[in-house]
Structure formats: structure tokens, C-alpha cells
């Protein structure tokens, strides 16, 4: 599966963006999908996770009530709306896909399988 990230850039505290990833090489529906950031000086971080039928998402508590994790299997493109934007939320964001069997309350990054190339969210106060 090969995953390309897009949709980060700079948006002031309270702002939103709407990222993507699209996926191409497999079928999309098998795989659970994941959104990972990894903050400047710190370690990668889960952020959500969505079910193949996008049914059942899951999210970090920091995330929770603020970023909304979707899927269009028809198109191969999953999405993180991140509305409410902190200072905090600044990271390189990652998307990833997983076997089915992980389940999407897995947060452990080293079960993904496929990483996209990350997209960067800056933002300012």
C-alpha cells in the first residue's frame, strides 16, 4: 500500500484543516487507517484510527471532541478534520495503514504496516 499525506499547513489557535491521504496499491477496505503526529523533539504519537468500513473510529484523548477521523473507501482517502486547533496539535502528521486483525484501538505505531510521508501542521497562538 502506498500512502501519500497532504492537506497540513499553518492556521492560527482555534483554526481547522482538513487532511488527507489516499492510498493506492491494495484494497483500501482491508486496513484499518491511522493518523500519527510526531511534535518537534518528541516521539510519534497516535492521534485516531478508523475501522476498514469506517464504522468505528477511535481517538487519543487529546484529540477526542476536536478531530474527526473518515473514510471514503470508494475513492482509497481517509481524512482528519482538526477543528478546535491548540498550539499543542503542531506536528508532523502521519498516516498509516494496518492488517484488519490489529483493530483500531491499537495506538502502537510499530503494527502499521504502511506509513505515509507526513504532512506538517503549524500552529501558531
Known amino acids: 500500500v502506498q500512502l501519500q499525506a497532504s492537506g497540513g499547513g499553518l492556521v492560527q489557535a482555534g483554526g481547522s484543516l482538513r487532511l488527507s491521504c489516499a492510498a493506492s496499491g491494495r484494497t483500501f477496505s482491508n486496513y484499518v487507517m491511522g493518523w500519527f503526529r510526531q511534535p518537534p523533539g518528541k516521539e510519534r504519537e497516535f492521534v485516531a484510527a478508523i475501522s476498514g468500513s469506517g464504522n468505528s473510529a477511535y481517538y487519543a484523548k487529546s484529540v477526542n471532541g476536536r478531530f474527526t477521523i473518515s473514510r471514503d473507501n470508494a475513492k482509497n482517502t481517509v481524512y482528519l478534520r482538526m477543528n478546535g486547533l491548540k498550539p499543542e496539535d503542531t506536528a508532523v502528521y502521519y498516516c498509516?495503514?494496518?492488517?484488519?486483525?490489529?483493530?483500531?484501538?491499537?495506538?502502537?505505531?510499530?503494527?502499521?504496516?504502511?506509513w505515509g510521508q507526513g504532512t506538517e501542521v503549524t500552529v501558531s497562538s
Open positions: 498509516a495503514a494496518a492488517p484488519s486483525w490489529v483493530g483500531m484501538t491499537t495506538t502502537s505505531s510499530s503494527l502499521y504496516d504502511y
